[in-house]
C-alpha cells in the first residue's frame, strides 16, 4: 500500500499568517496520463470531511482562492494564505493513484 | 443540491451484524462509483470499499475484505454497506462519499457504528 506521510504544524497559528501543510507518498502518484492523483480534505471540528483540492493543485469549485496546492511526484504542500478561525480543523493529504486509496495522518490546524 | 444521508448505525456486540445505508439525492445516482470512508476515534480517514456504477466491482480494504459487503440499488438511490463478524476495531464515524475520477467530492454527515460488549 502506498504511505502518506504528513508533518504536524508549529501551533497555533496567529490569525492573518499564513501556514503550510506537508505530505509525502511512499511512491510517486503521478499517473502516466500526467495527472498527480494526490488529494486535500478538511475536517471541521464536528463536520463532514470538504473537497479542498483535488490532482495536486485543483481546486474544487466554491474553495477559497487562500488555499493553494503543489508538489512533485511524492513530495506535497497544501499552502493557506492569511489563516482564518474558518480554517481551524484537520487537514488530510489522499492518494487515489491505486487501491487501496490511502489517506495521511491528518494535520491539525489550531489558531492563536 | 447533492445529499447524501447515511443511516443504521449504533451499537452492536463483537460478532455481530450491521447495515448502513446512504440514500442519495440531487445527482444521477446511477452514473456515479460510490464509496464509504470511515474515521475511528482518535484516528485518520479511512478507506473503506468503493463500488462501480452498476454494482459488478467492488473494491476492499483488506481488513474488511470478507466480512463487509458494499452494494447498491441504483432504481432507489441508496447504497449499503453490510458489515458482518465486527470488530472493536471497526468502531468509527462511518460516511458515504461520491466517488469522481479519482477524488470524493462529495460527503455525507456520517454516522456512527460502535462495536463493543
New interface residues.
Given amino acids: 500500500d502506498i504511505v502518506m506521510t504528513q508533518d504536524t504544524l508549529p501551533n497555533p497559528v496567529p490569525s492573518g499568517e499564513s501556514a503550510s501543510i506537508t505530505c509525502q507518498s511512499s511512491k510517486s502518484l503521478l499517473h502516466s496520463n500526467g495527472k498527480t ?1 494526490l ?1 486535500w ?1 478538511l ?1 471541521r471540528p464536528g463536520q ?4 479542498l483540492i ?2 495536486m493543485s485543483t481546486r ?1 469549485s466554491g474553495v477559497s482562492d487562500r488555499f493553494s496546492g503543489s508538489g512533485s511526484g511524492t513530495d506535497f504542500t497544501l499552502k493557506i494564505s492569511s489563516v482564518e478561525a474558518e480554517d481551524v480543523g ?1 487537514y ?1 493529504c ?1 492518494q ?2 491505486e ?8 494535520t491539525k490546524l489550531e489558531l492563536k | 443540491e447533492v445529499q447524501l444521508v447515511e443511516s443504521g448505525g449504533g451499537l452492536v456486540q463483537p460478532g455481530r451484524s450491521m447495515k448502513l445505508s446512504c440514500a442519495a439525492s440531487g445527482f444521477t445516482f446511477s452514473s456515479f462509483y460510490m464509496a464509504w470512508v470511515r474515521r475511528p476515534p482518535t484516528k485518520g480517514l479511512e478507506w473503506v470499499a468503493s463500488i462501480s456504477t452498476g454494482g459488478g466491482t467492488a473494491y476492499y480494504r483488506d481488513s474488511v475484505k470478507g466480512r463487509f459487503t458494499i452494494s447498491r440499488d441504483n432504481a432507489k438511490s441508496t447504497l449499503y454497506l453490510q458489515m458482518d463478524s465486527l470488530r472493536s476495531e471497526d468502531t468509527a464515524t462511518y460516511y458515504c462519499a461520491r466517488f469522481y475520477p479519482y477524488y470524493f467530492d462529495y460527503w455525507g454527515q456520517g454516522v456512527m457504528v460502535t462495536v463493543s460488549s
Fill in positions: 492523483y488529494n480534505y475536517q463532514s470531511p470538504q473537497l483535488y490532482w474544487e484537520v488530510y489522499q487515489f493513484l487501491y487501496p486509496s490511502t489517506f495521511g495522518a491528518g
